[in-house]
């Protein structure tokens, strides 16, 4: 098992890409606390339980400082550290440059940049304590090559990009790596509303003919938050079908 004994925090764990990311880390030997809104994340974790893994689900909006920093307070007293946090939680208000709305600028803002800013905050004294630490964020190919009507997530994204690669110098010292894995078209619910005849151009656009499924991205996430990954920090691990190149 290869991630045997550690604890792990999956921000937005409740379905998609953080589902997956709970279940092949549960699966691996980790202790999977998932954090998120969305209720269904109990169903989850009691499904890793039930299968023999270790799970518990918390209600919390990565963008509520005072709740993040309650909730990683009380896992870390629970089980005496936090070995991996794995930024994952995102959402997307898609519209073109002029149509932008202020209030869909500040929404993906708000989750995909300051709860990533606020979770990693929250996690790194007690990775610090520890010296030991595996911080893994959700970027996405869009924060590489921008995308049609994604000016707000774009920028999220790239964002996520530039403060792992801030927090590999910040952290370093302590044994604590931080990187960012940049999926492509990933078959969840946040693409789910995709029209068909757009959905058949991305394909065609992929140099592998295909898109993702959840767990194509969730083993991206299993190497850089494994014992396998201890010099590999400030990357970005594109997982795109050959994408970006
Ligand atoms: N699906 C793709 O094509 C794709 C591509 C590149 C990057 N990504 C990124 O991967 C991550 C996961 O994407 P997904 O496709 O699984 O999305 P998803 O919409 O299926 O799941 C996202 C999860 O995040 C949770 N979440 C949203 N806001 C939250 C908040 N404030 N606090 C806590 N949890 C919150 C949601 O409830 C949901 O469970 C996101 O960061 C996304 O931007 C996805």
Redesign the pocket.
């Known amino acids: 098992m290869r991630l045997k004994d550690k604890i792990a925090i999956v921000?937005?764990?409740?379905?998609?890409?953080?589902?997956a990311v709970s279940e092949l880390f549960a699966k691996e030997g980790a202790t999977v606390i998932i954090?998120?809104?969305?209720p269904?994340?109990q169903q989850v974790a009691n499904g890793i339980n039930s299968s023999g893994g270790n799970a518990e689900f918390h209600s919390?909006?990565?963008?509520d400082k005072a709740a993040v920093e309650k909730l990683f307070a009380h896992i870390n007293d629970k089980y005496g550290k936090i070995d991996i946090l794995i930024n994952?939680?995102?959402?997307?208000r898609d519209r073109t440059l002029e149509k932008m709305s202020e209030d869909e600028w500040d929404a993906v803002i708000?989750?995909?940049l300051k709860?990533v800013f606020l979770c990693t905050q929250a996690v790194a004294p007690f990775m610090k304590a520890n010296k030991y630490g595996r911080i893994v964020s959700?970027?996405?190919?869009?924060g590489l090559r921008g995308n049609f009507g994604q000016t707000n997530?774009a920028a999220t994204?790239a964002g996520v990009i530039a403060m792992s690669k801030t927090w590999t110098v910040e952290l370093g010292r302590y044994g604590i790596t931080a990187n960012a894995i940049?999926?492509?078209?990933?078959?969840?619910?946040?693409?789910d509303k995709i029209p068909e005849e757009h959905f058949a151009t991305i394909k065609a656009s992929i140099p592998l003919k295909t898109?993702?499924q959840?767990i194509d991205?969730a083993y991206g996430y299993l190497y850089l938050a494994s014992d396998e990954a201890r010099f590999v920090s400030g990357i970005c691990l594109t997982i795109d079908g050959g994408t970006s190149r």
Do not use: C, E, H
């Open positions: 921000t937005g764990g409740s379905r998609g890409i953080g589902q954090a998120d809104l969305l269904q994340g919390v909006s990565v963008t994952n939680a995102g959402i997307t708000d989750v995909n709860g959700a970027a996405s190919n869009v997530y994204k940049a999926p492509g078209f990933t078959m969840t619910d946040m693409v898109v993702a959840a991205i």
